[in-house]
């Protein structure tokens, strides 16, 4: 399978994954608008996402999937099935513990992220209850982490790729009948959105099970202390235990800046929470369906390069990537600044949702897409470096980028706070940080001698930028052309002016590629 082939299947399979994300959003906002109980929702949901993103697809995946392709690379089949299930029994028994220590642990986690909420004693008791709740959602998906890197690893993506709308569509059916039940009840509706969750959560764990099964790799977890023992006695298990340590401060720091971030949104207007993560949802179209994908399908190539002692296409590949984040990156990123209140207003302008939340989404997804290439391209560079087992680099620079990020923070958010939008300060800050960082390890790569740019690259800049201005034109066009907040009772309408403006923007945006000499086929063949 080629690597835009791959990379293709992954992108299609996380754009189902991300509508279905977008039609939960849309009617969690039509249904409970932007309040201090929405809020309390996202704080307690990001609460086990923080873990998972430790446990599951940050740090362990880092540490994990370069070992795992160097075990099958140069230990073959039988010894690395040993070392899958060293680590999973590893990972099984740390994620236990930690569940049950989160659960007893939820108030002070809550008044950790959040602690603006002790303002609303009902909104800081509800962040703690369905933090609770939701806590062992952090288990499975650290699991299906576990499993994902499995199947990558064997370029099997298709599996780990569909199964986060299994969450979605968990998450539509409580915001959907879960909440009026509720209410029926006399119980608080956005309680049902917690369940939803842990049903997602489980979900997605067994549809794992049938895919590595038929490979031969359905993992055996030890539950006896000998067995537990033996696990952690596996070298291959202390390698990757040793690897993740690094990683495991570089999410850290990462978190870290996340939980500042949210520290901060609470203490500023109620729905500040909320307006970041509907804008962050947005973000997470274009960072996912190119940036993640394109990180799932090169970490397990590159780590296979690297154990191959192939440098050429360990740095063909980086090349490859970098030019296909480029190219969909800039317009994307044109497209979230100049029609972030026409995109705000489609998917979410319904029911509860306001004029002024729209406003204030949009402000907050201006400033993520500042940063949006910076975002999207440290999928690819960050594995630039983990493939070769080098995770203190990065590291290094996400500890200075956060010092940098937080310093932003004291000068945009004030600015921003005295014109009644706080909270677009700590985007923009969030977006000028991805900046920083990716640059950062594009030149550390470079220097490294582990990438070395094919000839080429400042013909290509201009063209997608050439090709971006006029995107742009047309954009700022569209987005004062329509009376697109008025459009709220005629929402057929606004839907069908918006796919027209989307469909018209990759014809204008191509085409003009095209007449500017850029030739596509490069990127297909790799």
Known sequence: ???????????????????????????????????????????????????????????????????????????GEEATKRMIDSVATILAWTLLFTCALGVVGAPVLVWMLASGFQKDPRGFEAAVLMTRWMFPYIGFMSMVALAAGILNTWKQFAVPAVTPVLLNVCMILAAWLGAPWFASLGIEPIYAMAGGVMAGGLLQLLVQIPALRRLGLLPRIALGWAGIRAAWQDPAMRSVARTMAPALL???????????????????????????????????????????????????????????????????????????????????????????????????????????????????????????????????????????????????????????TQLLNIALVPFFLARGSGHAGLALSIGMGALINA????????????????????????????????????????????????????????????????????????VALWAAGLKLRQFVTR
């Open 250 to 404: 570089g999410v850290g720091v990462a978190q870290i800046s996340l939980l500042i971030n949210t520290q901060i949104a609470s203490w500023l207007a109620p729905g500040s929470v909320t307006w970041l993560g509907y804008a962050d949802r947005l973000m997470e179209f274009p960072t996912a369906m190119l940036g993640v994908a394109l990180g799932v399908v090169l970490m397990p190539q590159l780590a296979s390069a690297r154990a191959s002692n192939d440098p050429e296409r360990y740095s063909a590949m980086l090349d490859w990537g970098l030019r296909l984040v480029v190219l969909l990156a800039v317009p994307s990123a044109a497209a979230l600044l100049l029609f972030a209140q026409p995109l705000v207003a489609t998917l979410f302008h319904y029911g509860a949702f306001k004029d002024s939340d729209v406003a204030q989404v949009s402000l907050a997804l201006g400033g993520y897409g500042v940063g949006l290439l910076g975002l999207v391209a440290i999928k690819v560079l960050a594995p630039g470096f983990y493939a070769s087992r080098d995770m203190r680099t990065p590291v290094r620079i996400a500890i200075v980028v956060l010092v940098i």
């Open 439 to 510: 640059g950062w390890l594009l030149v550390g790569l470079i220097r490294a001698g582990i990438f070395k740019p094919s000839p080429g690259w400042g013909m290509f800049t201009l063209q997608v930028f050439a090709a971006t201005a006029l995107l742009a034109v047309f954009l700022m066009w569209g987005a004062n052309e329509f009376p697109w907040l008025a459009w709220r009772s005629d929402a057929w309408k606004r839907a069908g002016a918006m796919a027209a403006m989307l469909a018209a923007s990759g014809v204008i945006y191509f």
């Open 1 to 75: 399978m080629s690597l835009f082939k791959a990379a293709s299947t992954v992108s299609l399979l996380t754009l189902a994954s991300r509508v279905t994300g977008l039609v939960r959003d849309l009617l969690m906002a039509a249904a409970f608008g932007a309040t201090a109980m929405t809020d309390a929702f996202n704080v307690a949901f990001r609460i086990p996402n923080l873990f998972r993103r430790l446990f599951g697809e940050g740090a362990f995946s880092q540490a994990f999937v370069p070992a795992l392709a160097h075990s099958r690379e140069q230990d």
